[in-house]
């Protein structure tokens, strides 16, 4: 067979192999898109069911935080109760229903969080945390002269966490938030004893926020997150210098102040005079 015969042939039958070689594509690709379109669907359902649910946990994660602030709330308010004869009384039903938003209110947010990344849902549950962040540390304060610390709040909650289970801890950020918005409630509460005669606990809450106001100015500005915390800076100083001013005036006028905040010595007249000087 001469070479010019040879190439007629080849020529003739490429058109035939490469019809062959298209079809053999076509029906690859078919096989593949069949076979594939099931896993697809098995996959996107799958995203879609653990984002429905994902969606349904954050709402009651939300609910069980606003549950959270609201008793939190009542706690500061009972605090705010205390004076010079109830003091014992107050702080006593203020640990209760401490207690209670513990048993009930935290520990049904620990058992919506248990097994799963509690982090992603931080956001969340953040602001009922730093309420009882505040009202936590309000009512030691108020007990102790002292600051409850992170650890003690987080050894608390690992009581309520299931041993299989990652225990929920209470991140950083939101303690020192919950503690920053405490400067605020020891301001309304230092006004209010001092409003009621008692200069020496007005004079403690000051220094203990001063204490706290500079301890976080040194460390905010190391803060990964430090936006919200910058807010609650001016407020704390806002909140120090109230206290600051009120403690003065009654340290510098303290003859006029005294009698008129209830005291009971008998050697001051109205006007805070001793008795019987001439003028």
């Not at 069980?64 to 308010?77: C, G, L």
């Not at 407020?235 to 005036?249: G, R």
Request: proline fraction near 3%; charged fraction near 25%.
């Amino acid at each position: 067979m001469s070479a010019a015969i040879r190439r007629v042939l080849v020529m003739a039958s490429e058109p035939q192999r490469l019809r062959q070689w298209a079809d053999f594509q076509s029906s690859a690709k078919k096989a593949r898109t069949m076979t594939s379109q099931p896993s697809l669907k098995g996959d996107f359902s799958a995203y879609a069911d653990y984002l429905n649910n994902l969606n349904e946990k954050r709402e009651r994660v939300v609910k069980a935080s606003r549950d959270i602030t609201m008793n939190s709330k009542k706690v500061i308010f009972q605090v705010h109760r205390i004076s010079k004869n109830n003091r014992e009384e107050v702080l006593e039903k203020a640990h209760k229903d401490l207690a209670a938003v513990m048993d009930q209110y935290i520990a049904r947010l620990v058992k919506e969080l248990q097994g799963s990344d509690f982090w992603k849902l931080r956001r969340a549950y953040s602001p009922g945390i730093q309420e009882y962040v505040e009202a936590a540390t309000l009512c030691r304060f108020c007990k102790s002269g002292t600051l409850l610390n992170l650890e003690e709040m987080n050894a608390s909650l690992s009581s309520l966490s299931n041993p299989s289970h990652e225990p929920l801890q209470i991140n950083i950020l939101d303690y020192i938030l919950g503690l920053a918005d405490l400067t605020g409630e020891l301001m309304r509460l230092a006004i209010g004893r001092i409003s009621d005669g008692e200069l020496e606990f007005a004079k403690e809450i000051c220094t203990f926020v001063r204490e706290i106001h500079r301890e976080l100015t040194l460390l905010v500005p190391h803060m990964d997150e430090p936006l919200d915390m910058k807010t609650k800076m001016e407020t704390m100083l806002q909140s120090v210098i109230k206290i600051e001013n009120a403690c003065f005036s009654v340290h510098v006028r303290g003859s006029e102040y005294i009698p008129l905040l209830g005291s009971d010595d008998p050697s001051y007249s109205l006007m805070g005079l001793a008795e019987g000087i001439d003028l």
